[in-house]
């Protein structure tokens, strides 16, 4: 997951809005959003390869998300950052007892910067810079760097989302035209993470194609203040017509 947009407690009808893209290579095998065989309370993808996810909830309502921390370490980690999403919906741990412990495992994973919650708290934690923050009502942006950077793609993709909330837009279509949006940045809006100019400007729209790497799906969450979930999913395959889920659900208190 590379870009996360969140619109927190800024709407009379849903407290939580959630808009999202998982960027990965094209080759790395992934199944759709779906209820879990092995677990059905939880809702989520699946990365094939490691078996965690990038983006989960469950029917407690219980919710998580992962950004990884762009930067040059070509170090192996034995640990997969999708664990740390799925084993936070799978197990019933306080948003800040999980993440203290995982600020003492930080150096077993590459950098990453983890969302968790539940409607009424929500947390950010990254393992580069070992910080919690509680999540504010406002517009909030996370990406490959710390939570609302200066980055280009959150920035517009905050202002984006902020614009249709004030004018009420509540629709799903626009928010998909949001997240789909591949307008790169200007030269002088790149950010210097240690790539080459060409490698930043290819990431750094809000929707990323290349040969090799770029978008593979968009997700699309709402909250009501009636507790009702609705999960929206598109995935996207090079030369496929893009392909979408829906799930509702309604948060039990279990």
């Known amino acids: 997951m590379c870009l996360i947009l969140i619109a927190y407690q800024t709407h009379p009808k849903y407290p939580l809005i959630l808009l999202a893209n998982r960027d990965e290579f094209y080759s790395r095998p992934t199944a759709q959003a779906s209820f879990w065989s092995e677990d059905p309370e ?7 390869q490691a078996g965690g996810t ?10 998580a998300a992962l950004t990884n921390y762009r930067s040059l370490d070509n170090k192996q980690y034995a640990k997969s950052r999708g664990e740390l999403v799925s084993n936070f919906i799978k197990n019933k741990d306080k948003p800040e007892t999980y993440l203290n412990q995982m600020s003492k ?13 539940h409607l009424g708290h929500l947390l950010v934690f990254s393992n580069i810079n070992n910080q919690i923050h509680q999540l504010k009502p406002g517009f909030h942006g996370l990406s490959n760097r710390f939570l609302n950077s200066g980055w280009f793609k959150v920035k517009k993709g905050k202002q984006a989302l902020a ?11 626009l928010f998909l035209k949001v997240l ?7 030269d002088k809006d790149l950010p210097n993470t240690g790539f080459t100019k060409e490698q930043e400007k290819m990431l750094s729209p809000l929707f990323i194609e ?6 593979r ?8 203040y009636k507790q009702e979930v609705t999960f929206f999913e598109l995935t996207y395959q090079r030369g496929i017509q893009p392909e979408g889920v829906e799930f509702q659900f309604q948060i039990t208190s279990g």
Do not use: F, H, V
């Open 180 to 186: 789909q949006d591949r307008q790169a940045a200007l």
């Open 42 to 48: 939880i809702l989520g993808g699946k990365d094939l």
């Open 105 to 117: 495992l930080g150096k077993e994973y590459a950098g990453y910067n983890l969302l968790i919650g």
């Open 54 to 63: 990038w983006m989960g909830i469950n029917k407690s309502g219980n919710i």
């Open 210 to 215: 290349s040969p090799a790497y770029g978008t």
């Open 217 to 224: 799906c968009s997700t699309i969450i709402t909250i009501d």
């Open 163 to 173: 614009q249709l909330i004030s004018e009420d837009k509540i629709e799903r279509k």
